[in-house]
């Protein structure tokens, strides 16, 4: 999620940084500075009727003191009504940060500042090489990996639909030593292991960046009991 700082205090620099993404957010994060804006005004507005508060609240322990008891009711009434105006405050201050944190969620990360720019792939900088790229009669992963017998293509569409693998036989087998190679390498390192529910809820989707972006794409569970 972007840091609203970054917006507050780099409008235009933030903008520009995020359109090298190749498309614009700049009415959202013009929203979200302005949104800002009106938050701080009203904190600075709830910070002078506190002080003016406070200010009375004084004044009531000095007339205490000479018994004024139609200047203490005034007083009294003058607070009533500026705490109601705080707490009106305080709730377009809610309001307005919720509008913030859904902008926020439709806004992508500033790339790194290493991140070649352009329009598509070819743009792309190549940094290294391994290896030695033989193309005289050489086969598709996939063509390899059927012949090997140790991926089933069909299978995995009938059981989820396309663009999806089943892996079987040295195929499955290998997959899972690769998953405990780096579950044992991490636990030699001083890591922890864990094994997680396979059910997680709404709040850290979001935190993980997974909602609202590809909410169409998730399944969830309606029923929450």
């Known amino acids: 999620m972007i840091d609203i700082e970054k917006i507050r205090n780099n409008l235009e620099k933030t903008i520009n940084k995020i359109e090298t993404r ?3 957010y700049k009415n959202e994060i013009n929203k979200i500075f302005n949104l800002d804006l009106e938050i701080r005004t009203l904190k600075t507005k709830n910070q002078k009727l506190e002080e003016t508060r406070n200010k009375q609240s004084k004044q009531i322990g000095e007339l205490l003191k000479n018994k004024k008891n139609d200047q203490i009711k005034k007083i009294k009434d003058d607070m009533i009504i500026l705490k109601e105006k705080i707490i009106k405050n305080n709730l ?4 307005l940060e919720d509008k913030i944190y ?5 806004i992508p990360n500033i790339p790194h500042f290493s991140v070649p720019q352009g329009n598509d792939e070819t743009n792309n ?10 193309k005289k009669n050489s086969k598709p992963h996939w063509e390899i990996a059927e012949k090997l017998n140790i991926i089933d293509f ?3 569409t009938k059981l989820s639909g396309t663009r999806f693998i089943m892996y079987k036989n040295k195929g499955a087998l290998l997959v899972r030593a690769l998953m405990n190679f780096m579950i044992d390498s991490h636990l030699k390192n001083g890591y922890s292991e864990f094994l997680p529910p396979l059910i997680i809820n709404k709040e850290n989707l979001f935190g993980t960046g997974q909602l609202p972006k590809f909410k169409d794409d998730l399944f969830q569970l309606n029923n929450e009991q």
């Open 22 to 24: 190749g498309q614009s």
């Open 92 to 95: 377009k201050i809610v309001d």
């Open 102 to 106: 859904e902008l926020q969620l439709v």
């Open 125 to 134: 900088q190549e940094v290294r090489k391994w290896g030695k790229i033989i």
């Open 154 to 156: 069909s299978k995995a």
